[in-house]
Protein backbone atom coordinates (compact mmCIF):
# COMPACT_ATOMS: atom_id res chain seq x y z
CA UNK A 1 0.00 0.00 0.00
CA UNK A 2 1.33 3.47 -0.87
CA UNK A 3 -1.02 5.46 1.56
CA UNK A 4 -2.35 7.33 -1.67
CA UNK A 5 -5.64 6.29 -2.95
CA UNK A 6 -6.08 6.57 -6.73
CA UNK A 7 -8.64 8.11 -8.00
CA UNK A 8 -11.35 7.22 -10.83
CA UNK A 9 -11.70 9.40 -14.33
CA UNK A 10 -14.95 8.98 -16.23
CA UNK A 11 -13.87 10.12 -19.59
CA UNK A 12 -15.86 11.12 -22.46
CA UNK A 13 -14.51 10.21 -25.53
CA UNK A 14 -15.32 11.54 -29.48
CA UNK A 15 -18.82 9.71 -30.87
CA UNK A 16 -17.30 10.03 -34.24
CA UNK A 17 -15.01 13.53 -35.03
CA UNK A 18 -11.50 12.37 -33.33
CA UNK A 19 -11.24 15.81 -33.02
CA UNK A 20 -13.66 16.58 -30.41
CA UNK A 21 -11.68 14.68 -28.02
CA UNK A 22 -10.66 17.06 -24.95
CA UNK A 23 -7.14 18.06 -24.49
CA UNK A 24 -7.79 17.34 -21.47
CA UNK A 25 -8.47 13.99 -22.02
CA UNK A 26 -5.75 13.26 -23.52
CA UNK A 27 -3.41 14.18 -20.66
CA UNK A 28 -5.85 12.19 -18.64
CA UNK A 29 -5.48 9.17 -20.37
CA UNK A 30 -1.74 9.58 -20.05
CA UNK A 31 -1.19 10.25 -16.42
CA UNK A 32 -4.21 7.24 -15.15
CA UNK A 33 -2.13 4.23 -14.56
CA UNK A 34 -4.68 2.02 -16.79
CA UNK A 35 -7.92 2.41 -18.50
CA UNK A 36 -11.09 0.68 -18.23
CA UNK A 37 -12.52 0.17 -21.53
CA UNK A 38 -15.65 -1.62 -23.07
CA UNK A 39 -14.17 -2.44 -25.63
CA UNK A 40 -10.19 -2.47 -25.62
CA UNK A 41 -9.70 -2.90 -29.23
CA UNK A 42 -11.88 0.23 -29.99
CA UNK A 43 -10.08 2.16 -27.24
CA UNK A 44 -6.84 0.90 -28.14
CA UNK A 45 -7.33 2.55 -31.74
CA UNK A 46 -8.42 6.07 -30.05
CA UNK A 47 -5.06 5.60 -28.01
CA UNK A 48 -3.14 5.14 -30.64
CA UNK A 49 -4.41 8.00 -32.50
CA UNK A 50 -3.19 10.18 -29.29
CA UNK A 51 -0.05 8.52 -29.20
CA UNK A 52 -0.81 6.99 -25.74
CA UNK A 53 0.36 3.91 -24.56
CA UNK A 54 -1.69 2.45 -21.12
CA UNK A 55 -2.60 -0.75 -19.91
CA UNK A 56 -6.03 -1.68 -20.46
CA UNK A 57 -9.03 -4.13 -19.47
CA UNK A 58 -12.31 -4.67 -20.60
CA UNK A 59 -15.00 -3.21 -18.66
CA UNK A 60 -18.37 -4.38 -20.20
CA UNK A 61 -21.92 -5.12 -19.28
CA UNK A 62 -21.15 -9.03 -18.81
CA UNK A 63 -17.99 -9.00 -16.88
CA UNK A 64 -18.36 -5.64 -14.63
CA UNK A 65 -19.72 -7.14 -11.55
CA UNK A 66 -16.88 -9.47 -11.81
CA UNK A 67 -14.19 -6.95 -12.38
CA UNK A 68 -14.96 -4.81 -9.12
CA UNK A 69 -12.91 -6.14 -7.00
CA UNK A 70 -9.72 -5.63 -8.75
CA UNK A 71 -10.21 -2.63 -10.14
CA UNK A 72 -10.99 -1.62 -6.43
CA UNK A 73 -8.33 -2.88 -5.13
CA UNK A 74 -5.86 -0.96 -7.83
CA UNK A 75 -7.82 1.98 -6.62
CA UNK A 76 -7.68 1.50 -3.30
CA UNK A 77 -4.01 0.61 -3.76
CA UNK A 78 -2.76 4.32 -5.16
CA UNK A 79 -3.93 3.67 -9.15
CA UNK A 80 -5.67 6.45 -11.04
CA UNK A 81 -7.88 4.56 -13.52
CA UNK A 82 -9.64 6.20 -16.42
CA UNK A 83 -12.71 4.52 -17.44
CA UNK A 84 -13.71 5.53 -21.15
CA UNK A 85 -17.06 3.47 -23.08
CA UNK A 86 -16.67 3.21 -26.66
CA UNK A 87 -18.01 6.24 -27.72
CA UNK A 88 -19.29 9.52 -25.82
CA UNK A 89 -19.83 9.81 -22.09
CA UNK A 90 -19.83 6.97 -20.16
CA UNK A 91 -22.96 5.56 -18.40
CA UNK A 92 -25.43 6.98 -20.56
CA UNK A 93 -26.66 3.71 -21.83
CA UNK A 94 -23.15 2.46 -21.52
CA UNK A 95 -21.36 0.18 -18.88
CA UNK A 96 -19.70 1.43 -15.48
CA UNK A 97 -22.22 2.26 -13.36
CA UNK A 98 -21.43 -0.66 -11.35
CA UNK A 99 -17.75 0.79 -10.75
CA UNK A 100 -18.75 3.95 -9.91
CA UNK A 101 -21.08 3.20 -7.22
CA UNK A 102 -18.84 1.12 -6.00
CA UNK A 103 -16.33 3.73 -5.68
CA UNK A 104 -18.33 6.42 -4.36
CA UNK A 105 -19.22 3.91 -1.63
CA UNK A 106 -15.57 2.84 -0.95
CA UNK A 107 -14.93 6.81 -0.33
CA UNK A 108 -12.88 7.24 -3.55
CA UNK A 109 -13.19 10.32 -5.35
CA UNK A 110 -14.47 10.35 -8.65
CA UNK A 111 -14.02 12.84 -11.32
CA UNK A 112 -15.53 13.81 -14.50
CA UNK A 113 -13.65 14.73 -17.61
CA UNK A 114 -16.46 15.66 -19.65
CA UNK A 115 -16.96 15.68 -23.76
CA UNK A 116 -18.71 14.57 -26.41
CA UNK A 117 -22.07 12.81 -25.72
CA UNK A 118 -24.87 12.17 -28.61
CA UNK A 119 -27.78 12.87 -26.39
CA UNK A 120 -26.91 16.21 -25.44
CA UNK A 121 -25.27 17.22 -29.29
CA UNK A 122 -28.86 15.77 -30.82
CA UNK A 123 -30.86 18.29 -28.42
CA UNK A 124 -28.94 20.86 -29.36
CA UNK A 125 -29.26 20.97 -32.75
CA UNK A 126 -33.15 19.34 -32.85
CA UNK A 127 -35.25 22.63 -32.97
CA UNK A 128 -37.39 20.87 -29.94
CA UNK A 129 -37.78 22.24 -26.75
CA UNK A 130 -34.46 20.94 -24.57
CA UNK A 131 -34.71 23.15 -21.14
CA UNK A 132 -36.62 20.01 -20.04
CA UNK A 133 -36.69 16.46 -21.14
CA UNK A 134 -36.00 12.67 -19.95
CA UNK A 135 -33.00 9.94 -21.82
CA UNK A 136 -34.92 7.01 -22.20
CA UNK A 137 -31.54 5.33 -23.24
CA UNK A 138 -32.66 2.42 -25.86
CA UNK A 139 -36.39 1.26 -26.87
CA UNK A 140 -37.02 -2.44 -26.04
CA UNK A 141 -36.89 -4.46 -28.72
CA UNK A 142 -39.36 -6.70 -28.33
CA UNK A 143 -42.64 -5.21 -29.77
CA UNK A 144 -44.84 -5.72 -26.55
CA UNK A 145 -42.33 -4.07 -23.94
CA UNK A 146 -41.62 -0.95 -26.52
CA UNK A 147 -45.36 -0.20 -26.55
CA UNK A 148 -45.83 -0.72 -23.06
CA UNK A 149 -43.31 2.04 -22.08
CA UNK A 150 -44.39 4.38 -24.76
CA UNK A 151 -47.64 4.12 -23.45
CA UNK A 152 -46.38 5.03 -20.03
CA UNK A 153 -44.80 7.92 -21.75
CA UNK A 154 -47.70 8.85 -23.49
CA UNK A 155 -48.38 11.77 -21.42
CA UNK A 156 -45.07 13.35 -20.81
CA UNK A 157 -44.74 16.91 -21.18
CA UNK A 158 -40.92 17.31 -21.36
CA UNK A 159 -38.91 16.32 -24.66
CA UNK A 160 -37.98 12.60 -24.47
CA UNK A 161 -34.88 11.20 -26.38
CA UNK A 162 -34.39 7.88 -27.49
CA UNK A 163 -30.93 6.09 -28.71
CA UNK A 164 -32.49 3.33 -31.37
CA UNK A 165 -31.12 0.59 -33.31
CA UNK A 166 -30.84 1.01 -37.66
CA UNK A 167 -33.01 -2.43 -37.62
CA UNK A 168 -35.43 -1.24 -34.98
CA UNK A 169 -36.16 2.06 -36.60
CA UNK A 170 -39.48 1.19 -38.84
CA UNK A 171 -40.92 -0.51 -36.17
CA UNK A 172 -39.91 2.25 -32.99
CA UNK A 173 -41.40 5.28 -35.24
CA UNK A 174 -44.31 3.19 -36.24
CA UNK A 175 -44.97 2.33 -32.63
CA UNK A 176 -44.01 6.08 -31.58
CA UNK A 177 -46.83 7.75 -34.24
CA UNK A 178 -49.92 5.37 -33.29
CA UNK A 179 -49.34 5.96 -29.63
CA UNK A 180 -48.09 10.06 -29.19
CA UNK A 181 -49.98 10.64 -32.88
CA UNK A 182 -48.92 11.42 -35.71
CA UNK A 183 -48.25 15.42 -35.26
CA UNK A 184 -46.03 15.01 -32.74
CA UNK A 185 -42.90 16.67 -33.55
CA UNK A 186 -39.63 14.76 -33.56
CA UNK A 187 -36.13 14.64 -35.16
CA UNK A 188 -33.58 12.16 -36.10
CA UNK A 189 -30.01 12.90 -35.63
CA UNK A 190 -28.21 10.45 -37.69
CA UNK A 191 -24.01 9.48 -37.76
CA UNK A 192 -23.49 13.05 -35.41
CA UNK A 193 -20.16 14.97 -35.73
CA UNK A 194 -19.45 11.66 -38.75
CA UNK A 195 -19.20 12.27 -42.75
CA UNK A 196 -22.82 11.75 -43.30
CA UNK A 197 -24.27 13.82 -40.20
CA UNK A 198 -27.68 14.96 -41.03
CA UNK A 199 -31.04 15.61 -38.97
CA UNK A 200 -34.02 14.51 -40.61
CA UNK A 201 -36.88 17.04 -38.69
CA UNK A 202 -40.98 16.66 -39.13
CA UNK A 203 -43.96 14.92 -37.32
CA UNK A 204 -43.63 11.35 -36.49
CA UNK A 205 -45.66 10.30 -39.50
CA UNK A 206 -43.22 12.68 -41.88
CA UNK A 207 -40.25 10.35 -40.52
CA UNK A 208 -42.26 7.09 -40.93
CA UNK A 209 -42.87 8.04 -44.68
CA UNK A 210 -39.12 9.51 -45.04
CA UNK A 211 -37.62 6.06 -43.38
CA UNK A 212 -39.69 4.02 -45.85
CA UNK A 213 -38.88 6.16 -48.77
CA UNK A 214 -34.99 6.30 -47.66
CA UNK A 215 -33.16 3.50 -46.54
CA UNK A 216 -30.24 6.01 -45.81
CA UNK A 217 -32.77 6.82 -42.72
CA UNK A 218 -31.99 3.80 -40.74
CA UNK A 219 -27.93 3.50 -40.75
CA UNK A 220 -25.30 4.47 -38.51
CA UNK A 221 -25.89 5.73 -35.24
CA UNK A 222 -29.24 7.09 -34.21
CA UNK A 223 -30.60 9.46 -31.71
CA UNK A 224 -34.60 10.01 -31.87
CA UNK A 225 -35.69 13.86 -30.04
CA UNK A 226 -39.53 13.51 -29.89
CA UNK A 227 -41.47 16.75 -28.30
CA UNK A 228 -43.11 16.22 -25.27
CA UNK A 229 -46.84 15.76 -24.88
CA UNK A 230 -49.28 19.06 -25.08
CA UNK A 231 -49.65 20.56 -22.02
CA UNK A 232 -52.94 21.63 -20.66
CA UNK A 233 -52.31 25.38 -20.83
CA UNK A 234 -50.51 25.18 -24.88
CA UNK A 235 -53.57 23.09 -25.95
CA UNK A 236 -56.10 25.64 -24.33
CA UNK A 237 -53.88 28.38 -25.85
CA UNK A 238 -54.14 26.32 -29.49
CA UNK A 239 -57.91 26.01 -28.87
CA UNK A 240 -57.90 30.16 -28.06
CA UNK A 241 -56.39 30.73 -31.98
CA UNK A 242 -58.99 28.46 -33.59
Not at 65 to 74: E, S, V
Not at 213 to 237: I, K, S
Amino acid sequence: MTGRVGRLYVIATPIGNLGDLSPRAVDTLKQVARIAAEDTRRTGQLLAHCGVSRPMVSLHEHNEAQRLGTLLDALRGGEDIGLVSDAGTPLLSDPGRLLVRAAIDAGIEVIAVPGPSALTAALSIAGIDARRFAFEGFLPARAGERRALLESLRDEVRTLVFFEAPHRLDASLADLASIFGADRPAALARELTKLHEHVHRGTLSELVAQQAADANLARGELVLVVAGAPTAEAQGEGDREL
